[in-house]
């Protein structure tokens, strides 16, 4: 049986190699063709012989695949469908003028159910590994212009742990990709079984979904909160030490009249008091059925005033790809005429 090759890294292409009695010397070519001339096939390796590539194809495949449709925001967002053993996933580029970020899938599906996530109300088909991860970078279309990747794509990156971090490995070892881990984000809910884990074994930026400083409302917004209480969350990472070079910020979505409030500027305040921290205010995307409201522009603008002057270094994200179900919170690959 095949087994794909893209999503391994050195030493498990060592450990392939050895098992089935291939060169080892073979390795350090093999993952060169994959992760930094991103082949499609083996016999594209020509500088392994002709007997070594037989062998190699008997057991594996590139597993390299093309996004099967996408579609074009009016602001020049691209989203990507990809189909997976899980079931169809979806990636987001988002081009700017000094830079492009991939916004990256780790599930299909996920099992959080977020109440104001499409993704969540999609409910969880399974873990992506990590080939099926690193190849939404790889084969992306524009894969040339990305300077940065996040994971705020489907899914919760913390509950397939181990599948993130080792693409986080491929894409900044010097043998995959070799990029700087100030360029890849990991979002999460909050996941304190597994949140020390990811700050301990990746270098990368860490993005908490926040979106209240009150306990109980965040329990009606996101049902992580119960067993994942945000001020334990916030209690581990102060236990770390955070910096330009490596930041951890907070997304907050903005509802109107639920957590727009001057009460939430002063619950803020005191939740992140001592934690070198960034806020990324959010503007919500409305979902069907739901009777959450957007806050207006003049109070998001308010909301960043009050916060910064408050010594809490606050940005208001721009929305980008609304129009094609691309932003914040609206991705969910259930039904593919979101690419119609």
Known sequence: ???????????????????????????????????????????????????????????FYIGKTLPIDSIVSSDGTEKYLYH????????????????????????????????????GKQGFQGNLTSGEIVNQLLSAPHYQRITNVVFMGMGEPLDNMDEVIK????????????????????STVGIIDTL?????????????????????????????QRKNPISEVISILKQHKWSDSRRVSFEYIMFRDFNDTSKHVAALTKLLNGLKCRVNL??????????????????????RDQLTSKGIFTTIRRSRGQDILAACGMLSAKNRLNFR
């Open 282 to 303: 959010i503007r919500y995307h409305e979902i069907p059925g739901l009777t959450l409201l957007p806050s207006s522009d003049e109070k998001i603008v308010w909301f």
């Open 84 to 119: 997976t053993e899980k079931g169809f996933v979806e990636a987001v580029f988002i081009p700017e003028d000094d830079r492009a970020t991939l916004c990256i899938s780790s599930q299909s599906g996920c099992r959080y159910g977020c109440v104001f996530c499409m993704t």
């Open 1 to 59: 049986m095949q087994t794909p090759l893209l999503g391994k890294t050195l030493e498990e292409i060592f450990e392939a190699l050895d098992f089935f009695s291939l060169p080892r010397y073979a390795a350090s070519q093999i993952i060169d063709w994959i992760y930094k001339k991103r082949i499609s096939d083996i016999q594209e390796m020509t500088n392994l012989s002709l007997q070594n590539r037989s062998l190699l194809a008997k057991h």
């Open 196 to 224: 020390e884990k990811i700050i301990n074994e990746t270098n990368c930026h860490i993005a908490i979904s926040l979106h209240t400083p009150f306990e109980n409302e965040r329990m009606e917004l996101m049902p992580v």
């Open 167 to 186: 693409t986080c490995k491929i894409i900044t070892e010097p043998w995959g990709l070799g990029w700087s881990s100030r360029r890849i984000t990991i």
